[in-house]
């Protein structure tokens, strides 16, 4: 006899709509007259192998809706990179609970997850209905036009960047900001929604998906320095050289590895440090400023798309209704439909797990610093209504007597 038990689960960085899908999958299933439990499980695929569940079902619909619009994880995540004895161990607990439903919210590892787990009830014969629900800032994900969380995270990015120009066009020199993305650029090309006037900031923008060269990075900034007397220059963490090595390690003295093995880029300010000593050093520029954005643009409160909001939500809910009247395992996929509309598809996890979108060639300039109007007619819909606006002095000039 059918239990009508649901787990669903956060996995992978946090962002600012992700708990919008959360509440998605638990408002939409408990529409669902046959569905006994929701439950939650803490801290993503780890808390589901230490059994670590949380009984959704007796949330609140109000509570559930406050949480709906807090950014983070409310369910808690983890970096855990799930093999087949992992996914096995995962399989062995959700069958031990009568779990007939898994929905597992999270970008590509996530994915791959939900494709091994799914894999996994499948050769047990166990009634096992996997959905993956998307999620990633990086908008890095197969087969869907956006993910949800990008669009904020963009947004804000795009927001900090016109701010950082307003700041360096007040006290010129040159500014590097750093924006999260180890393979795709879609983050930081977001910078370039920043811009208002033509001089405006950011007047670099350097992506991983084309090859960095130091000699010709400092060429550019020479250039654009001598031209507007200032330059402003956004850069993803993942630039790399012509053999794939990131830019950081190769500038840096000391490299810090995360538990994957990979360069550490996230959460340290040394891409920045290095790229701005070289500036100072190369150029001869004083007054040289760098930032990383590391985690800010992950979950910055009060800076969310409204469209974002409402897609992530939506994905929740597509995805109880696939997995209810759908005949199989499946990811959830956002595909635009006119110039400004959506509809949903549910892919076969074999087609986004563990695979990694970047940016198209369209989106990006022939010069390869700089993004195309086919990406700003892309992201500005993305972004939300009520975008701030910067606006400048029309600056009449008066006679100087003293000096003419």
């Given at each position: 006899?059918?239990s009508g038990?649901?787990?669903v689960?956060?996995?992978?960085?946090p962002?600012a709509?992700?708990?919008?899908s959360?509440v998605?999958?638990v408002?939409e299933?408990r529409?669902?007259?046959h569905v006994?439990?929701?439950?939650?499980?803490?801290?993503?695929?780890r808390g589901?192998?230490n059994e670590?569940?949380v009984d959704?079902t007796q949330?609140?619909s109000?509570n559930?809706?406050l949480?709906?619009?807090?950014?983070?994880?409310?369910?808690?995540?983890t970096?855990d990179?799930?093999?087949?004895?992992y996914?096995?161990q995962?399989?062995e607990?959700l069958?031990?609970?009568?779990?007939e439903?898994?929905?597992y919210?999270g970008g590509n590892?996530?994915?791959?997850?939900?494709?091994?787990?799914?894999e996994?009830?499948?050769?047990?014969?166990y009634?096992?209905r996997?959905?993956h629900?998307?999620k990633?800032?990086?908008?890095?994900?197969?087969?869907?036009d956006?993910t949800p969380?990008?669009?904020s995270a963009a947004?804000?990015?795009?927001q900090?960047?016109?701010?950082?120009?307003?700041d360096?066009?007040a006290?010129?020199?040159?500014?590097v900001?750093?924006?999260?993305?180890?393979?795709?650029g879609?983050?930081?090309?977001?910078?370039?929604l920043?811009?208002?006037?033509p001089?405006?900031?950011?007047h670099?923008?350097?992506?991983p998906?084309?090859?960095f060269?130091?000699e010709?990075?400092?060429?550019?900034?020479?250039a654009?320095?001598?031209?507007?007397g200032?330059?402003?220059i956004?850069?993803s963490?993942?630039?790399h050289?012509?053999s794939g090595?990131?830019?950081a390690?190769?500038?840096?003295?000391?490299v810090?590895r995360?538990a994957?093995?990979?360069?550490?880029?996230s959460?340290?300010?040394a891409?920045?440090?290095?790229?701005?000593?070289?500036i100072?050093?190369k150029?001869?520029?004083?007054?040289?400023r760098?930032?990383?954005?590391g985690?800010l643009?992950?979950?910055?409160?009060?800076c969310?798309?409204?469209?974002?909001?409402?897609?992530a939500r939506?994905v929740?809910?597509?995805?109880?209704?696939?997995?209810?009247?759908?005949?199989?395992?499946g990811?959830?996929?956002i595909k635009r439909t006119?110039?400004?509309?959506?509809?949903?598809?549910l892919?076969?996890?074999?087609?986004?797990?563990?695979?990694?979108?970047?940016m198209?060639?369209e989106?990006?300039s022939?010069s390869?610093?700089?993004v195309?109007?086919?990406?700003?007619l892309?992201?500005?819909?993305?972004?939300?209504s009520?975008?701030?606006d910067a606006?400048?002095l029309?600056a009449?000039?008066?006679?100087?007597?003293?000096?003419?």
């Open positions: 006899m059918p038990k649901i787990l689960a956060q996995g992978g960085g962002t709509v992700i708990n919008q959360l998605g999958v408002l299933s529409r669902f007259q006994t439990r929701v439950y939650g499980a803490l801290h993503g695929v589901i192998v670590e569940f959704l949330e609140t109000h559930l809706e949480v709906a619009a807090t950014p983070s994880s409310a369910l808690g995540s970096r990179k799930p093999d087949i004895a996914c096995q995962i399989f607990v069958r031990a609970h009568e779990i439903h898994f929905f919210i590892d996530s994915s791959d997850t939900v494709r091994i787990v799914s996994e009830a499948h050769k047990a014969g009634p096992l996997c959905i629900i998307p990633t800032i990086d908008n890095d994900l197969v087969g869907s956006h969380g990008f669009p947004r804000f990015v795009a900090a960047f016109a701010g950082a120009n307003l360096n066009a006290l010129p020199g040159v500014y900001g750093v924006v999260m993305g180890r393979h795709a879609f983050l930081t090309a977001a910078s370039a920043g811009k208002k006037f001089d405006d900031g950011p670099l923008i350097y992506l998906e084309r090859v060269v130091l010709q990075f400092l060429a550019d900034v020479k654009t320095y001598e031209k507007y200032r330059c402003v956004a850069v963490e993942g630039i050289d012509a090595e990131p830019i390690s190769l500038l840096a003295k000391e810090e995360d994957h093995g990979n360069v550490q880029l959460g340290t300010g891409l920045a440090d290095l790229l701005c000593d070289e100072k050093a150029l001869g520029i004083k007054r040289v760098g930032d990383t954005f985690y643009q992950r979950s910055f409160i009060g969310v798309s409204d469209v974002d909001q409402r897609e939506e929740g809910e597509k995805a109880v209704q696939f997995a209810m009247w759908g005949d199989r395992d990811s959830v996929a006119g110039f400004y509309s959506v509809d949903y598809e892919l076969p996890l074999t087609d986004v797990a563990g695979k990694t979108r970047t198209e060639d989106f990006i022939a390869g610093t700089d195309t109007d086919a990406f700003r892309y992201l500005r819909p993305l972004l939300g009520s975008m701030p606006f400048r029309r009449a000039k008066v006679a100087k007597v003293l000096k003419p």
